[in-house]
């Protein structure tokens, strides 16, 4: 079945920011300061996309595909992150970005990425979601969407539901792969 969107489950699908989350979090606190402090933290340290994620998202976009980030962090973090990836990762660049503010409950439920599914108008067996830990790729395979294993901070491929394809470095042929990988729901 053919793709028809790629989505990224979450800022650390894009960009390591385990470490740094960890730090602000434990400098500030919770909520909207340990949200400030990431902010700032990003600012001066900057982020770096993750190992193939420019050359992936400018294969899907080139092939016409929605490319969106389905977070479930605070709204000021997603957008610390998405702005400290440009100019190599646009907010343009997402047909779509989700944050604490649009899922009703955070994950494992799979709420936020339904919708995004429903946003974009993309059936869920046809999305592929890049999933950074297993609490996502769970949420992701609840909404019946195709999981590509990326793990990132703490997480190892073992932690992954089994049967998932995981691997080190996205790279743009394997939305080829995953064009021939199918769902439960399938």
């Given at each position: 079945m053919a793709i028809g969107a790629l989505i990224f489950g979450s800022i650390g699908a894009l960009a390591e920011t385990d470490a740094l989350e960890r730090r602000a979090f434990?400098?500030?606190?919770?909520?909207?300061?340990g949200a400030a402090r990431f902010g700032a933290l990003v600012a001066a340290e900057g982020l770096r996309p993750r190992p193939g994620i420019v050359e992936t998202i400018g294969a899907a976009r080139r092939r016409g595909l929605p490319v969106a980030l389905c977070s479930t962090a605070p709204a000021p973090v997603v957008?610390?992150?998405?702005?400290?990836?440009?100019?190599?990762?646009?907010?343009?660049?997402?047909?779509?970005?989700?944050?604490?503010?649009?899922a009703?409950?955070?994950?494992p439920a799979p709420d936020a990425l339904c919708l995004a599914l429903a946003v974009l108008d993309v059936p869920p067996a046809?999305?592929?979601?890049?999933?950074?830990?297993?609490?996502?790729?769970?949420?992701?395979?609840?909404?019946?969407?195709?999981?590509l294993g990326f793990p990132g901070g703490g997480a190892a491929a073992a932690d992954?539901?089994?049967?998932?394809?995981?691997?080190?470095?996205?790279?743009?042929?394997?939305?080829?792969?995953?064009?021939g990988f199918s769902t439960a729901a399938e």
């Open positions: 434990a400098e500030a606190g919770g909520g909207a300061p957008a610390a992150v998405v702005g400290a990836l440009a100019p190599v990762v646009l907010r343009a660049d997402f047909a779509w970005v989700g944050d604490a503010t649009r009703a409950r955070p994950r046809t999305a592929v979601a890049v999933e950074d830990s297993a609490p996502c790729a769970e949420a992701a395979l609840a909404a019946g969407c195709r999981v992954f539901p089994p049967g998932l394809l995981v691997v080190d470095r996205l790279q743009p042929r394997l939305l080829d792969l995953l064009a």
